[in-house]
């Protein structure tokens, strides 16, 4: 029953979607200076509706100024967030690691784990390898 | 813009030292996390601040990314004013809801807003300030049964 009522919510919501894909699509048309006051409204109302609490709104607001400033300045934006959805996980996952394994050893002594961490290494540091041999490379 | 970087910067790097600061008060396995990655991100935004200071440091690094390490755009003062006025509206709204709850406070922002700073006409601001209040009403108190902040007052 419930398969069958998220199959139907599925195509119910694709029906919908593909219908109003061109209307909607005309909102891009409407001018920013209407537009931000209003979307501005609408995510306060939005975070204030998730908790009833009206320090939501604040923090909303202080974020929404954080990620403007992020943005002017180049920050990565999209690092930020998934540090704020995946840190409550990580947080729970390393104080497991710690009451099961041998302190901060269980990270570099189990296969996966050590795999994983060489690769994020190799992640962060290939890039930076690649443009120093591509630099030293142009200079000769 | 280099000034208001560094601003930004040593903003981002006093989170940092404060969620380190924090990181004491939580007990011995607790503390990990929080303080490894305060002081990791601190470390790198005090890099970067120094970066900022020093042409030789921001030369040397830039050796391995290509990307220019400081915004190079500059805004112009008219540009600065109207980020600066659009930003102390925003603020003036959230403060409003605050203080006099969303139903009140978003009919005055919209209309004042619309025809203060957008220059819009009386008949779009008016219609525009009317219409979201009634919209977000049906919607959040009507359909979804979502109280609304009523204000302080």
């Known amino acids: 029953m419930l398969l069958i009522s998220m199959l139907g919510c599925h195509i119910v919501a694709a029906i919908i979607g593909l219908s109003l894909a061109d209307k909607m699509a005309l909102l891009t048309k409407v001018r920013p200076v209407l537009f931000a006051p209003i979307l501005l409204v609408v995510c306060l109302i939005g975070s204030f509706a998730l908790r009833n609490s009206i320090g939501d709104v604040i923090v909303t607001f202080l974020f929404g100024l954080l990620g403007y400033e992020m943005r002017k300045f180049g920050f990565s934006r999209i690092a930020l967030i998934l540090g704020l959805l995946l840190g409550n996980m990580a947080e729970i996952s390393f104080r497991q690691t710690l009451m099961t394994q041998a302190k901060l050893l269980g990270f570099f002594i189990r296969p996966i784990s050590l795999i994983l961490f060489l690769a994020t290494l190799a992640s962060v540091m290939l890039p930076l390898y690649q443009s120093y041999r591509r630099r030293k490379i142009n200079e000769k | ?153």
Do not use: D
């Not at chain 2, 940092?16 to 004491?24: A, D, N, R, T």
């Not at chain 2, 790198?44 to 990307?67: D, G, N």
């Not at chain 2, 190079?72 to 930003?87: A, D, F, N, T």
């Not at chain 2, 922002?109 to 300030?129: D, G, I, N, T, Y």
């Open chain 2, 1 to 153: 813009m280099k000034n208001e970087e560094r601003i930004f910067m040593v903003f981002l790097l006093l989170i940092m030292l404060l969620m380190v600061f924090m990181g004491f008060r939580y007990g011995a396995g607790s503390k990990i996390l929080p303080m490894a990655s305060g002081i990791f991100s601190g470390v790198i935004v005090a890099f970067l601040l120094i970066m900022s200071f020093s042409s030789r440091i921001r030369a040397w690094y830039q050796k391995f990314e290509k990307r220019s390490v400081l915004t190079e755009s500059e805004l112009s003062v008219k540009e600065k004013k109207r980020e600066l006025s659009v930003i102390a509206w925003f603020s003036g709204c959230t403060v409003a809801i605050y203080f006099l709850g969303f139903l009140a406070a978003i009919p005055l922002f919209l209309f004042l807003f619309l025809k203060f700073w957008a220059k819009e006409s009386w008949l779009l601001s008016l219609v525009l300030a009317a219409a979201v209040p009634v919209i977000v009403y049906f919607t959040f108190v009507y359909i979804l049964s979502v109280p609304l902040h009523t204000g302080l007052f």
